[in-house]
Structures are given as C-alpha cells and as structure tokens.
C-alpha cells in the first residue's frame, strides 16, 4: 500500500534503552554541527598543536630526526610536566573558543521556538535534557583536550623506555583531571548563557564577556586596590592555578610561573576551587531556572 | 473499560495563585473535549497531566500512573502544544524523527513513522522542507505529526485549530476525527471553540475560575436534551396551543395582532414533529414559519457559565 494511504497504526516494535535515550540529544547535535564546515576546520585546526608537541616528544627521542633537523643533542623539556601543562593551557584556551562558538547554539534555539515542552512531553527530564545537550560539548571538548594529550604521554612513555611513564603517572592524573574540571565549568557555563540569551552572536559574545571582562575586572581590582582576591572574577587565571597544583608546579621556576604569577601573589588554591564551584553552581541555577516546560509568571 | 484521566480534589498552584482548585472526576471518553473561557485552566490541566506542573495536593493519573512519578508513562503521550513549538532549521521529517527517538523509537522505526505521519496529516510533500518555512496551518500539521508518531496511546491537543483558516481548520477536525474513529488512542482536546469540541468529542469537561463546571457525555445530552420549536402562526392560536398541550408538550403563544401568534414548544421526545402539522391543519392554523433546534452545547456551555460554584457535571 502507498504510503500516503496508510491509515493511522500505532507502534509496536522495540524500544530504546530508556537510560541511553538522552544520547539521541548530542548524536543529533553532534550532526548538525558538523553541517558547519568552519567549524570542521576549526576542530581539525585544534590538533595542529597536538600534532607539533608529538614531533617535538618524537624528535626527542629520535636520533635520526634530530639528526637532520641538525640539533646537537635531545631537548628534555618534553619530559617535564611543564611540557604538558603548556599544550593543556594552550588547549584549554582552544577549548574556550569551541565553546563560544557550539554553546550557543545547544538550548537557545529550543527555547526561541519554544520546542522545551515537546522535549519534556517525552520520557526525558529536565536533568537528562542538560546531559543531552551538555554531551555534545563534553565530547568536542574532551576530543581536544585530555583525549589527545594521553595519547601524547603514552607516545611519550613508548619512546622514553626509561620507566618515564610509571613515573610521571601524575601528569596523565593531572591531564585528564585538569581537562575535566575546565570541560565542566565550560559547559555548564556555555549551556547557562545558552539558555540565558537567545541571540546565538550576543550569547557567544556574553560568553568571551565571563572570560575577558572578568579577566580585565580581577587585573584591574589588583591595580587599584592591592589585592590578589578580584581575581575570583578570572576563570583561566583560576583554572591555571587548579592546573599549576595538579601538576604539582608550585616549587620551581616554571612556565606555569612565568604565565601565572609574575607578581608572587596568587590565590591559595582553595580559593581557586572555589572560584570555580561557585562559576559551576551560578551555571546549574540559571539551568535551573531557565529550563522549564512553562513558565510561570507570579 | 477504565479511566484514561483520573483527577483526585486535583489542585495547582501557580505563582501564588490557585490555578485548579479540587478537580475530580474520570475520563474515560475516546475524545473528550475541555472546554472553558480562557484563563479556566484548561492548559494548565493539560500541563499537569504532562508533569509540567506538581500538584498542590490531590492527585492526578493517567492511564493509572502518576505521570511525574512515571517517566516511562510520557511515551504513551503526545502532545500538541498550543504555541509554536518546532526547531525551525530542521527539515519537517528529520524533526518528527527526533521527537520520536527522544519518545523511544529505534532510528530506523522512528524515520518510517515519520514519514507515515507526515503523509498521514497531509503534508507527505514538505516532508523535507525546513519548518521555519511552512506556513502556520502546516506547522499545526507538524505538531499534530510529531505528537502521533511515536504511537501515544493518549493525544493531548492545546487548541489544535488555533490560528487556522477554515479550510485547514476542517482538515484539523477531520484528521482528529480519523484519529478518534481508528480507535487506537484516546484524545484530550482543550479548546474555547465550542464548535470543534462538537464536532469531535464524545466528552466534554467545562472548566470554569479552575472548577468543574460541567461534566457530561455529549451522545448521552444530545438524546435527553428536548426538542424546541418555535412557531408563527394565522388563526385560532388558543385551540391550537390546548391541543398541543394534549400531547403532553409545555406550550406558551404570544399574539401579535392581526390574527397571527408567536407560539414556542417544547415537544416530548417521543412526539414526532408532524404531529404539530396534524393538529394545526385540524383547527385551520396556518404554520408560516417554524424554527427547530436541540439542546446545543452551547446551551450546556452557557448554563454551566451561569452556574453557581461549580458542578459535578451533568450525566
């Protein structure tokens, strides 16, 4: 029978794994992203670090290489954890501006077409909706970040053959911890303005605002009144110090140094934690509050 | 076979207001209809039977379950929301596809009843054009596609005619209709238009300040609801009017000179209307003009609205 003269049916077959089901969310956004050819140069642009930092740890450990490359003898940077703390703040800053580009197109959209309530009308809460959309970021970003540097340490452990790997074990902790606790203030922040801000321009510009004003706000706080604590308004600052501390670069001089404290005056680590709680908890609220089948108006 | 909708003293608050204030009842109906001037609380039922909204107190089920203690229930839903609801870059087909794999279809299942919805509300041929494009009579035909494709078992409709033209608007009713008549889902269809609830329910529930104000099944007030006549009659009004009092029908006339009378009706059920021809040609009364009408549920509508604090509903 022609399609078209089939009379209503209801469905009968099988069902998807109802904890799985919020997967539909990012395979659906994963794909409609990558409609976007800018932003698939842009994703391929993100490894060009990774792949520069895999020919330095290469040459390093390549006699040949160097050999032709003419240099004397093997650099040792690439076996310190300075080494890796840079590409993940390089990363990290590259993970920034994935963000401002893919979150504001994640929930905004839902909300300016007002399509939440048929979201919400189906077995899906609200909780596994963020997730859904949350995904779609965790994936790009934890495909830029901590998924390419452990394979960078694993090449870096392979070639070392010294017992460099089980000794810097805490560098591959400090990679993936580091990642996630920026992925996570990322996305919460990015899916918060995404629901905050219908514009996807002015959500994106609202989200390089968090960053870049409260970047200008703690330096300028510390100018004027001699104090390191306006600087809880700088979230990279923070995430550098949570980094600094995973890798355990507090005691010698350091890159992490010369990017991070070339005044001595840092925040106390806690206060980096909590920086980033209280970024975190503001994002869950305004989530909270913002994504809701219907509003109510008191 | 048992209640689709059970309201138990249901009441909503919202922003401090008291929304539904102590519904109760059973629904059973294959269409049932929820009518009421806006602001009764017609949406928020439906947003309450979706979970959208927690009850004060009271309780509220559907198909027996608490819909916000059972998610699993939501996918025996669909939902046509009153507003604008669609994500507007994507293509008409790819759009019911998501929703249906968001209610628990397989990818695969979920393109075929996609596409089955959309040739079935008729929109086979923009299946594949972007939404924000369609016309507002063809996105109502979405919301409608997406809220059947899944297979809900009950069809929550938010003023599905609304904004319509008459010629899309008899389509609307003519596919809830279909729906209703397949017999494979239950519909819940809130609307302020008397008329598309007459055409296609069986149930009415009238809302009124957020209570019950009526509750009856439309077949069953259609053949209890009397027959009136309105009658302008020539010649002897007085015999003619005691005659048809003879029939055990409440009568009244009212003269208007010159030999002519206004005379009203109210005809047993059982009394055929040819009897009153009978009778005026036995005392030589002319019938010149003769209106007839049932009890409408317009008439339902209006006395509920007349009506002080609520009912329980008339059947």
């Known amino acids: ?298 | 076979m048992g209640p689709v909708i059970e309201l138990d003293r249901l009441v909503v608050r919202l922003g401090g207001r008291t929304i539904l204030d102590g519904l109760s009842g059973a629904l059973a109906g294959r269409a049932i209809g929820l009518l009421g001037p806006n602001g009764a609380g017609k949406s928020t039922l439906i947003n309450t039977l979706l979970g959208f909204h927690p009850a004060a107190s009271g309780a509220v089920r559907v198909f027996g379950a608490d819909v916000r203690e059972q998610k699993a229930l939501r996918r025996l839903i669909g939902y046509m929301p009153e507003s604008d609801a669609f994500i507007s870059h994507m293509t008409g087909v790819r759009f019911v596809r998501y929703m249906a794999e968001l209610a628990g279809l397989p990818p695969q299942a979920a393109l075929e009843r996609a596409h089955e919805a959309f040739f079935y509300v008729g929109l086979g041929e923009a299946r594949y054009r972007k939404l924000g494009t369609y016309s507002l009579g063809m996105k109502q035909l979405a919301k409608l596609a997406q809220a059947i494709a899944h297979g809900p078992r009950l069809l929550l409709l938010d003023e599905p005619t609304n904004g319509l033209d008459p010629p899309a608007r008899q389509r609307m009713i003519r596919l809830i209709r279909e729906i209703r008549d397949a017999g494979q889902m239950h519909i819940l269809i809130s609307s302020h238009l008397l008329r598309d609830v007459e055409e296609t329910c069986e149930e009415v529930v009238i809302l009124r300040e957020g209570r019950i104000a009526a509750h009856c099944d439309l077949e069953t007030e259609r053949r209890s609801n009397r027959k009136f006549v309105e009658l302008e009659t020539a010649g002897s009004a007085t015999s003619f009017t005691t005659a048809v009092q003879g029939l055990g029908a409440e009568c009244a006339f009212y003269p208007n000179g010159h030999g002519l009378a206004r005379v009203k009706v109210v005809l047993p059920d059982e009394v055929e209307m040819r009897e009153l021809f009978r009778l005026a040609a036995m005392h030589d009364v002319q019938i010149r003009r003769m209106n007839y009408r049932r009890d409408s549920l317009e008439d339902i509508f209006l006395a509920a609205m007349k009506e002080k604090g609520g009912a329980g509903g008339r059947p």
């Not at chain 1, 490359?69 to 954890?81: F, G, I, N, Q």
């Open chain 1, 1 to 298: 029978m022609a399609v078209h003269k089939r009379a209503y049916r209801p469905y009968e077959g099988p069902l998807t794994a109802e904890r799985a089901r919020f997967l539909v969310l990012p395979r659906y956004g994963l794909l409609e992203l990558f409609e976007s050819r800018l932003l698939t140069v842009f994703c391929v642009l993100c490894f060009v670090p990774i792949l520069i930092a895999a020919s330095a740890i290469y040459i390093a450990y390549s006699p040949a290489a160097r050999a032709l490359l003419e240099m004397s003898s093997a650099p040792d940077y690439v076996r310190k954890p300075d080494f890796f703390f840079a590409i993940l703040t390089f990363q990290g800053g590259l993970a920034f501006l994935l963000t401002a580009w893919v979150a504001p197109v994640l929930i905004s959209p839902d909300l300016v077409n007002g399509a939440l309530p048929l979201y919400l009308s189906r077995p899906l809460t609200r909780v596994e909706y963020v997730l859904g959309k949350a995904t779609v970021l965790l994936t790009l970003l934890s495909a830029i970040t901590w998924a390419p540097m452990l394979v960078l340490f694993a090449l870096e452990a392979g070639l070392a053959a010294d017992g460099w790997g089980p000794a810097n074990v805490r560098i591959a902790a400090a990679v993936c911890a580091g990642s996630w606790v920026w992925i996570l203030v990322l996305t919460l922040l990015g899916l918060a303005i995404s629901a905050w801000i219908r514009w996807r321009v002015v959500a994106s510009g609202a989200l390089a605002g968090v960053f870049f004003m409260g970047a200008a706000f703690g330096e300028m706080w510390r100018e004027v009144l001699n104090t390191s604590w306006g600087r809880l308004t700088n979230l990279y600052y923070l995430v550098g110090l949570v980094w600094r501390s995973l890798f355990g670069l507090f005691t010698d001089r350091s890159v992490a140094q010369e990017m991070f404290n070339e005044r001595g005056r840092d925040l106390p680590t806690w206060a980096a934690w909590a920086g980033l709680a209280a970024a975190v908890t503001l994002s869950v609220w305004v989530l909270e509050r913002r994504l809701r089948a219907r509003e109510v108006v008191s």
